[in-house]
């Protein structure tokens, strides 16, 4: 398996545009999870999916934010509109059980000016 | 809030040195985990260890856990270069993991 696959790994945008990060699981894991890393707040759980369903979005930090996962293999997590304060990296990951080891993707640096 | 703090913030040593990276939490868990981060890199996981448990080993790494003082140590045996990297606790409670601050661990050569 190639691991978890997130795209694209670098984003470069301008305010107030819509940014869409994609992410694809390892084949099998039945719980997503999307994280925010930042100097400032570390490394925070924004929502995380269990059989492609959302189960707690409590760490969306507002409207902007959105994520879906349509199918098994696939989620995408968007902001609209992005503000220069959303930079950081994103992080994937995905896991047999939601207590388990997490297998992280490689990230998205989204840099927004 | 449950996250973890790992003590100290950073750490530099000489290759062949021992590591020891702490982490404490403020809430009942189910289990704790370490995790290693490559400057520019995806977290990595290194072990577990459930909430019945005191001690775990995998090779290099001692981990151990106790509950009473909601507290963890990572150790890392005769370190190398290549142990050069962010460490980081995450607790579990139900169902999703709450990673802490992360320890910046540098092993000079």
């Known amino acids: 398996d190639a691991g978890v696959i997130q795209s694209p790994r670098h984003e470069v945008t301008e305010m107030g545009q819509e940014v869409t990060l994609r992410c694809k699981p390892i084949?099998?894991?039945?719980?997503l999870f999307w994280y925010r890393q930042t100097m400032m707040r570390g490394l925070e759980l924004l929502i995380y999916?269990?059989?492609?369903?959302?189960?707690?979005d409590s760490g969306m930090p507002e409207d902007r934010f959105s994520a879906k996962m349509p199918n098994a293999s696939f989620s995408t997590l968007k902001i609209q509109p992005s503000e220069p304060r959303d930079s950081a990296v994103y992080f994937c990951?995905?896991?047999?059980?939601?207590?388990?080891?997490?297998?992280f993707g490689p990230g998205t640096r989204l840099t927004v000016l | 809030s449950q996250q973890g703090e790992e003590d100290p913030q950073a750490l530099s040593i000489q290759e062949g040195e021992n590591a020891t990276m702490n982490c404490s939490y403020k809430?009942?868990?189910?289990?704790l985990q370490w995790y290693r981060q490559n400057s520019g890199r995806g977290l990595v996981h290194l072990i577990l260890?459930?909430?019945?448990?005191r001690e775990k080993h995998s090779g290099r790494l001692r981990v151990t856990l106790d509950t009473s003082k909601k507290s963890s140590s990572l150790l890392i045996t005769a370190s190398r270069a290549a142990d050069t990297a962010s460490y980081f606790c995450?607790?579990?409670?139900?169902?999703?993991?709450?990673f802490g601050t992360g320890t910046r661990l540098k092993v000079l050569a």
């Open positions: 990951a995905s896991s047999t059980s939601g207590i388990d080891e997490q297998f």
């Open positions: 084949s099998g894991h039945d719980y």
């Open positions: 999916f269990n059989n492609n369903v959302p189960i707690d």
């Open positions: 809430t009942s868990i189910n289990n």
């Open positions: 260890i459930r909430s019945n448990e």
């Open positions: 995450a607790t579990s409670g139900t169902y999703k993991y709450i």
